[in-house]
């Protein structure tokens, strides 16, 4: 049974920072291909950064030079560091994994707007909430 846990939101001031942690369990991270999706309040679910297989990363226009993805595969975890935070970064977090087929993997490198489609493992979420 995979699960996916998602823990370290809360309410901070605009500002401040938070770490959001992803833990898998009945799943390697390594060699996955993971990220970190938002729901902001009454819109859209939107990428905020992905992990790849590979090595690479992106992070959301919105997000760059404030965020940082990392991962602990001693400890099977996702990690979304997030610093310099703004109200607008509100929402819902979620990981998601996978081991991503060639159409995955092409989709993660062009950023293809059904990426989220490919992703099978997703956690439940974690709310983040900036004023």
């Known amino acids: 049974h995979v699960q996916l846990v998602e823990s370290g939101g809360g309410s901070v001031q605009a500002g401040g920072s938070l770490r959001l942690s992803c833990t898998a369990s009945g799943f390697t991270l390594l060699d996955s291909d993971m990220a970190w999706y938002r729901q902001p309040p009454g819109r859209e679910c939107e990428l905020v950064s992905t992990s790849r297989s590979d090595g690479g990363t992106y992070y959301a226009a919105s997000v760059k030079g404030r965020f940082t993805i990392s991962q602990d595969n001693t400890k099977n975890s996702l990690y979304l560091q997030m610093n310099s935070l703004k109200p607008e970064d509100t929402g819902m977090y979620y990981c998601?994994?996978?081991?991503?087929?060639?159409?995955?993997?092409?989709?993660?490198?062009?950023?293809?707007?059904?990426?989220?489609?490919?992703?099978?493992?997703w956690g439940q979420g974690t709310q983040v909430t900036v004023s």
């Open positions: 998601a994994a996978d081991f991503l087929g060639p159409r995955g993997k092409e989709a993660l490198r062009s950023m293809s707007s059904n990426l989220d489609s490919y992703f099978g493992y």
